[in-house]
């Protein structure tokens, strides 16, 4: 098993950045994809971005290409989100999740969540 705890999360306005972490222990960060979702009051959790385990490989939800950055740091056991030009509509509690297989979408692992307020 692998436990995970996000931290970085905060109060910005609206166009300012945040960098969330989550921090794995437990088997080899290695071996697993890691992902981050998000989720809104009133609203389900969605998908945000996913980077494979050796981090070649990432993909994000189309409403935060361009603004948003997934990153690992293997020696650290470490995933990032980057999030610049934050909007109002980003405010929700961030989650890391990790899974062996590569399924974007699909995690079996979760930590506990992140709030990320953003005010306009």
């Known amino acids: 098993q692998v436990q995970l705890v996000e931290s970085g999360g905060g109060l910005v306005q609206a166009g300012g950045s945040l960098r969330l972490s989550c921090a794995a222990s437990?088997?080899?960060?290695?071996?697993?994809?890691m992902g981050w979702f998000r989720q809104a009051p009133g609203k389900e959790r969605e998908f945000v971005a996913a980077i494979s385990w050796s981090g070649g490989g990432t993909t994000y939800a189309d409403s935060v290409k361009g603004r948003f950055t997934i990153s690992r740091d293997n020696a650290k056991n470490t995933v990032y989100l980057q999030m610049n030009s934050l909007k109002p509509e980003d405010t929700a509690v961030y989650y890391c999740?990790?899974?062996?297989?590569?399924?974007?979408?699909?995690?079996?692992?979760w930590g506990q969540g992140t709030q990320v307020t953003v005010s306009s």
């Open positions: 999740a990790a899974d062996p297989n590569w399924r974007p979408r699909v995690y079996n692992y």
């Open positions: 437990g088997r080899t960060f290695t071996t697993y994809n």
